[in-house]
């Protein structure tokens, strides 16, 4: 790839740079300036390098080159950073999953944290960045619930190498849940029945069992669904195949079960739910804490799935309204909350409309829990509470939507951070938001946002 100099001058092959990793960007990179280059014009400039943790002193190649920073891989470890250790995973540097397990844990949780408090820094929020509490923990391995691994027309079976769409083979995944695991071993039998046939199969476990969603980008007979069939039904409790987004073949039962407030469920198999059990059942506990504190007679649970958090707080006597735009999540949950006799009401709609609809109507609380993508403009659309509970899967858009927030006259009690995706680069966040005097009088308007990923969307990752 043809590269140019900071003046447009043509380079006859990619620069290098050494520079000291001092932070951490996210997405598997560290930050750091160039100390040295065979390019003197990037000499002082920072460097993200994929592969660079904090601490460590590379030899980078660049790949993209910007007025005020660059973009490079690492080429050479020169000096090692003290937080670095043996990964527990022997294929960590080729795969694309955990970003982050070079490091040692509790190095994982200090710089997440601090990248986190340079989030809020760098919008300006500085009163903000002294409110932010230290991570609460997850198990380090074992943990996720729910993968997609592919399988490709020469029979390998695994997930998508670094930056690649092709696949690594493994046979066990450091953090994927022992279920999974099992699963995880046996697939090979699948991708023999698929004969050369491409395939995705979402393996995920709930209580003590497993299932496989097997999706298929290509048409094939009756017949090798009958012998993809006779494999996959032995490998899992619950099970499909798709082609495309259509389900040919399914096994019966209740689908999926898992543990919402200490209570079996049933859920369709693929739809959304947390990938790490012990650390929802934390960040659940806390957000029913801070509910109960509040002495909130009604909430409002936006984006609310299957009742993660709606379910738990109706519990406890409160009545709650939640929103739900996947039909199979407010499908799975109405006979449930029937059941169990909870003062529910489920709304099977858009947040975008539903915000439309209610007009100027209040709750004691709301608990908002959008997509990566965050609420967006939806922030000035919330309805007055006092409380606000603001989960975000995703830095930026959660320091974007707390901006917005704290515009309109709320002010920041707490920011949360849950492990969610121990050895990567990511976290769960949860902000604690209360109405000030200024908000009171403020007016809610405006609309746009994102709806949640249906299970379709979840099966193509």
Known sequence: MEQRGLNGSILESPAWVLARMTGLAGAGRGIGPVEDSSDRELVGIKAFVAGGLPGDLVRATVIQRKSKFIEGILSELVEPSPHRRIAPCPVVAECGGCDLQSLRYESQLNLKHEMIVGAFRAARLERETSLVRPFEPSEEGAYRRRFSFHIDRAGSVGLYRRGSRSVLPLSHCFVATNEVNSVLKKLPLVAEALAGIPATAVVESGEGMAGIALVLAED?????????????????????????????????????????????????????????????????????????????????????????????????????????????????????????????????????????????????????????????????????SQTVLLVSCQLASCVRDVKALIERGYQVESIEPFDMFAQTSHAEILSVLRLGDEGQQGEVGGSGGSPRRSSAALMSE
Do not use: H
């Open 220 to 384: 094939i007979s009756p017949q090798r669904v009958d012998t993809i069939e006779s494999v996959i039904c032995k490998l899992a409790s619950v099970w499909s195949i798709r082609i495309k987004d259509a389900v040919v073949r399914e096994s019966g039962g209740t689908g999926m079960i898992l543990e919402v407030d200490n209570r079996p469920m049933p859920l369709p198999l693929g739809s959304f739910s947390q990938i790490n059990r012990e650390i929802n059942s934390k960040l659940v506990k806390r957000v029913v804490e801070l509910v109960m504190a509040a002495s909130a007679s009604r909430v409002l649970d936006l984006y609310a799935g299957a009742g993660n958090f709606a379910i738990p707080i109706a519990s406890r006597g409160v009545t709650t309204t939640a929103v739900e735009l996947d039909p199979e999540l407010v499908g799975a949950a109405e006979p449930f909350v029937r059941k169990e006799g909870l003062s529910i009401e489920y709304r099977c709609i858009s947040v975008e409309k539903f915000l439309r609809e209610i007009g100027e109507k209040e709750w004691d609380c709301l608990v908002v829990d959008p997509p990566r993508s965050g609420l967006g403009s939806l922030a000035s659309s919330l309805p007055k």
